[in-house]
């Protein structure tokens, strides 16, 4: 029986594992979200130790580079609450890609291959890292098409069977995402239910004898 349960347990482990490496939804929100942004930036200034009066660790001061995603009011800026994504040291005068959710979330950084979005790999991520579908949206040019879509909007009153195409396709994306983790979920949920349901029946069966 113990080793029933270690084996159950172990396999539960697993599955909850797998679920929760594919849970995190900042690439696709950072792609949908109109306050989001996502460019290149040179280091200008960076303590780690820093921590402000909320708490928020890090504070970073950038030069703006390339802007991939939103709009950035000025050329130079700075935060608090900085998360590297992967284990890697921010280094003065180095060239990274922010990306900025909204102000409840950090700001992560990355290092990259390159600052060509068509090719470049985010590094220090292994394969089922959630910035890995990030990589993938820049590489196959999702970000620009947002951007396309946006300016179309804002300058068109009416909007076009061409113009809404690019973002139906987005959403069709999110949703596929959505779908795919509530299978994971509903799967891990149901291996420790019947976990916990066979785990019973043997403690009641070993009881009775």
Known sequence: MKKFLILSLTLVMVLLSSVSVFAGDIPESLLHEKGALLYFGDV???DPEYVSETGDKGYIELAVGT???G???GKRTAYSDIETVGEFEIVPQGTYLFAYLNENNPVYVMET???DTKTLEIKNIHSEHQFKRL???LNEGKFEL???TADISTTETQTSDTDTAPQIDMEEDHQDFISQNLIKYI???AVVLVVLILSAILIIKRKSK
């Open 187 to 189: 799967v891990a949920g």
């Open 113 to 115: 291959t390159s600052e």
């Open 67 to 69: 802007i991939i995603k």
């Open 135 to 137: 990589e993938q949206y």
């Open 44 to 46: 200008l200034v960076y």
């Open 71 to 73: 709009e950035q009011g």
């Open 146 to 148: 947002v951007e396309e």
